[in-house]
Nanobody
Framework: QVQLVESGGGLVQAGGSLRLSCAASGRTFSNYVMAWFRQAPGKEREFVAVISWSGGRTYYEDSVKDRFAISRDNAKNTVYLQMNSLKLEDTAVYYC????????????????????WGQGTQVTVSS
């Protein structure tokens, strides 16, 4: 079992930045591919970014590709999401998720592929 706890959310003005963290405990963190998803009010949960177990490969949803950066520190059992140039439409609850890796090319992008989830952290972007 893996426990995931997100932090770093908050209220920020459009154009600003936030850095989300997701701390993992339980089994060996480096065995897991990690991702961020988000869910806005009235909408389905959507994929944001994913990072391979080693950190060597990443993939982003198109709308965040040039603004967000996912990274991980396996020594600290933590995955990060640096969010820059935030827009109103980035407002959502952000969740980190984990899944046992199947190799360096394994980068799942749908929520039903993930086994472990955090409780979420609210990000609100104001005008």
């Amino acid at each position: 079992q893996v426990q995931l706890v997100e932090s770093g959310g908050g209220l920020v003005q459009a154009g600003g930045s936030l850095r989300l963290s997701c701390a993992a405990s339980g089994r060996t963190f480096s065995n897991y591919v990690m991702a961020w998803f988000r869910q806005a009010p009235g909408k389905e949960r959507e994929f944001v970014a994913v990072i391979s177990w080693s950190g060597g490969r990443t993939y982003y949803e198109d709308s965040v590709k040039d603004r967000f950066a996912i990274s991980r520190d396996n020594a600290k059992n933590t995955v990060y999401l640096q969010m820059n140039s935030l827009k109103l439409e980035d407002t959502a609850v952000y969740y980190c998720a984990g899944k046992t890796s199947r190799g360096i090319y394994y980068l799942p992008k749908t929520s039903d592929e993930y086994d472990y989830w955090g409780q979420g952290t609210q990000v609100t972007v104001s005008s």
